[in-house]
């Protein structure tokens, strides 16, 4: 999979894209990622990205050239261009499924007060990471990012996502590791007696009283 990431921030990556489990995959070939700055592709004379909004009101919103431009360079015929917006559609685990199947995605990080609404016209998908504002895409691509190629195959074992939370619309079963006892606090006996059949029984009661008392709503579903 290769992934394209238009930001005026791309230093913000660095941290994220050079640890743990995304740093393997994208070593291992699982998955390229490419940062790109569209100020780079503004024609403006000072490489100016934004400009004022018609009708007036504060702030300045991010203009449609070096946007449309930076797109048109990086679009094949099997990629889906994606707007990180919080009036995106709410963002699921199913969703990052149906994204870690595609081979090319482009992802915008929209920046400052707003973009021009024609933007969106380049756009076949537009994602929120939940409902809030944060001061530009950048962080709500990483989660994306992150989200989606943990899901590709062979950057972590399938059986520990297939136990996610979500999956199913069930919230994950409680894990224990050693000790048994700490600080008084024991580890339910059925997980260490052997009997792989009452484990089963018991994570899936787990799951689901978890998603009672803590997610109702994904029951409903
Ligand atoms: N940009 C700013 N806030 C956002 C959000 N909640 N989701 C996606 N992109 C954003």
Known sequence: MKIDILTLFPEMFEGIFSQS?????ILDKKVEINLHNFR????????KVDDTPYGGGSGMVLTCQPIFDCVEALKEDDSLV??????????KQQMAYDLSKKKHLIIICGHYEGFDERIRSLCDLEISIGDYVLTGGELASMVLTDSIV????GVIETSSHQNDS??????DYPT????RNFRGMEVPSVLVNGDHKKIEEYRKEESIKRTKERRPDLLEK
């Open 21 to 25: 489990i995304i740093k393997r995959a």
């Open 40 to 47: 780079d592709y503004s024609k403006d004379p000072h490489h």
């Open 82 to 91: 994606i707007l990180m917006t919080p009036d995106g559609i709410p963002y």
């Open 150 to 153: 943990r899901l590709i195959p």
């Open 166 to 171: 979500f999956n199913n619309n069930l919230l």
């Open 176 to 179: 224990y590791t050693k000790p």
